[in-house]
């Protein structure tokens, strides 16, 4: 059994608790959360700044680990995905390698649990042996109808190699899924109870433009690749309002990135009868287009936010820290009470492990972290995390 007093405490899912006392068993179960005053006794760590519950990083992609530092930044989406494709044929070991060492990182940073994007079997010898806690989703690629059986039956092969983790069959991306394709995996949507969706949305103007009018960086992508779109006709509308029809309203969704979403489509998307959610990741935006979303539109307006690291192909780190400390640079506004949040119990609630994880209450193992060298309640450059729990 072990007791830590903070500064303050953060249960998440109520107010901060001002020199808070957080008690643990071995096991890591929480068996008491208190102030100074109603703590029964016995040794007690002090420690400097605030705990709050292990992080959930619900966008990830573990098996691009090994492209760290080889993806020029700032070049643009197109541009990242054909660098991310012509590097992927790497040597298999240094893969796994850097699979296991992100995992370890994610650890280390007090991440206790991952939304991780496969495409590969990679990653599943890692997910076994992880302390943390996977949901893996298989993500579909394929943009021409003719292909959609093909390429959803691949994808149900890999899903069972991940079984019996959690895991799930999902699509990619507007731009990379045809309609074909989605009314696939919305069908197997509708009649599997479990099936989290996962998408990237909006990641830069292009998508847009692509889906309003046919014109853009994407259709020299298609033709880099040798796909004949000839099929494709502009939606005149933006991709997500374009796409969110073809979704299962059985499931929920997980909106990743949203760097080009505006308030139009926000309230698009509230006319439908979608189980929605958002993720920024905003490390990687940066790092990809220069940009982050307007994340501020998206505040109050009744859906949850989540946040995720993307991968080592498009970061310097595993860390969710790192991503609350850009997202408060950028919107000093946000409080760090509602960057914890989304970072916690958001996220737990989005992948349904809210049981166990996201928030510090008696009898749940969400992992206890410290975050120290704060001004105020302000992220600083010298903020860091230490897992305790």
Aim: charged content about 25%.
């Amino acid at each position: 059994m072990k007791s830590f007093r903070a500064d303050y405490v953060f249960p998440v899912y109520a107010d901060p608790i001002k020199n808070g006392i957080v008690t643990v068993d071995d096991q890591g179960k929480i068996i008491a959360v208190a102030d100074s005053n109603k703590h029964p006794g016995g040794n007690v760590q002090q420690v400097s700044g605030i705990i709050c519950p292990g992080f959930v990083n619900t966008h990830c992609h573990t098996e691009l680990s090994h492209l760290k530092d080889k993806v020029k930044p700032k070049g643009g989406l197109v541009s990242f995905i054909k660098d991310v494709q012509s590097l992927r044929n790497t040597d298999q070991q240094a893969v796994l390698d850097a699979i296991v060492k992100a995992d370890q990182e994610m650890y280390d940073n007090g991440i206790v649990a991952v939304g991780d994007i496969s495409n590969t079997n990679n990653s599943v010898a890692m997910k076994k042996e992880s302390k943390l806690y996977y949901h893996t989703f298989v993500e579909t690629f394929g943009f021409l109808p003719e292909k959609a059986t093909e390429v959803f039956e691949k994808a149900l092969a890999l899903l069972n190699e991940f079984k019996p983790g959690s895991c799930s069959v999902t699509p990619h991306a507007p731009y990379s899924v045809s309609k074909e394709l989605f009314k696939l995996i919305k069908k197997h949507s509708d009649t599997d109870d479990e099936n989290l969706l996962s998408i990237h949305n909006q990641e830069c103007e292009d998508e847009n433009k692509f889906y309003r009018y046919k014109l853009g960086a994407f259709l020299e992508l298609y033709e880099h690749f040798g796909m004949d779109i000839s099929y494709f006709k502009p939606q005149a509308r933006n991709s997500v309002q374009s796409i969110i029809p073809l979704l299962s309203n059985r499931q929920k969704v997980l909106l990743v990135h949203n760097t080009c979403t505006n308030l139009k489509d926000i309230y698009f998307i509230k006319r439908f009868d979608r189980k929605i959610n958002w993720c920024f990741c905003p490390n990687a935006n940066l790092y990809i287009e220069g940009r982050l979303p307007k994340i501020d539109l998206f505040i109050d307006q009744g859906f949850n936010i989540t946040l995720g690291t993307d991968s080592l192909a498009s970061n310097s780190k595993l860390c969710i820290l790192s991503e609350m400390r850009a997202i408060q640079q950028k919107f000093p506004s946000i409080s760090l009470p509602r960057l914890v949040e989304w970072g916690t119990r958001n996220g737990a609630e989005y992948l349904g492990i809210n049981d166990e994880k996201g928030t510090i209450e008696v009898g749940k193992t969400p992992g206890l972290n410290l975050i120290s060298g704060l001004d105020g309640f302000k992220i600083t450059p010298e903020t860091k995390v230490k897992k305790l729990i």
